[in-house]
């Protein structure tokens, strides 16, 4: 018996150095959630290429030669983008992305800025573009459950910066307790979209393929 070969892996530094160096507006985390977002996305005409020239604002950034340019390709979607894909499978969910530690007011700013662009970034993915989509039922709810989350991150930003921040250091552990069982929930909406939309493809392509069989 021989296995299925898996979507070569790409280490972190890897990908961080070539948005480094391509000057990418978008940082990693969030890109993360833009590609899963559009590897879930229920619309058959999604394009990974065009999603990683939607970093650079809809067009590959300036390279040197074509090898460079192969390079960002291969690294960014035959590597990156396709080990993704695995999270589309109900017993490898998608994680966001984790702090090594948290303690302070500017460690608050950080994460709740970091998990807004999170969703806000697989929101974006899953949309492709469009500023309305047909999802199915449990994608749907989903969605409207990671737009409050959304918010509540939001909110906690503007809070950690503002003039009226929190210094009370239990009413911070407390902030930072319920940013990690938001994030957590999160997490748990963000499979169940992948994988509902994943469903929800397969059904219209099994449609597709029974409505117009191969002619030979």
């Not at 300036?62 to 090898?67: E, G, Y």
């Not at 999270?87 to 007011?105: C, D, E, I, M, V």
């Not at 492709?128 to 989903?142: N, T, V």
Request: glycine share 6%; charged share 25%.
């Amino acid at each position: 018996m021989v296995a299925r070969p898996k979507p070569p892996s790409v280490k972190r530094a890897k990908i961080q150095k070539l948005l480094d160096e391509y000057a990418c507006p978008v940082q990693l985390h969030e890109e993360r959630t833009r590609f899963m977002g559009n590897i879930a996305t229920p619309k058959i005409r999604a394009s990974p290429i065009e999603t990683l020239k939607g970093l650079w604002g809809g067009e590959l950034p300036a390279v040197d030669s074509m090898d460079d340019l192969n390079h960002l390709i291969n690294t960014m979607i035959n590597g990156f983008w396709n080990s993704l894909t695995r999270h589309q499978k109900r017993n490898t969910p998608f994680k966001l992305t984790r702090n090594a530690s948290l303690s302070g007011l500017s460690d608050l700013a950080t994460l709740s800025l970091m998990r807004r662009q999170e969703l806000d970034g697989f929101i974006d993915g899953l949309f492709d573009g469009e500023d309305a989509i047909d999802l199915p039922e449990r994608a749907h709810s989903g969605v409207e459950v990671l737009a409050d989350i959304r918010s509540m991150f939001a909110g906690t930003y503007e809070l950690s910066v503002s003039d009226t921040k929190p210094t009370d250091v239990d009413q911070l552990e407390k902030t930072f307790k319920n940013m990690r069982e938001l994030t957590i929930i999160a997490e748990k909406e963000i499979h169940a979209v992948i994988l509902s939309c994943t469903k929800a493809r397969a059904r219209f392509h099994e449609t597709y393929a029974t409505e117009n069989p191969t002619l030979h």
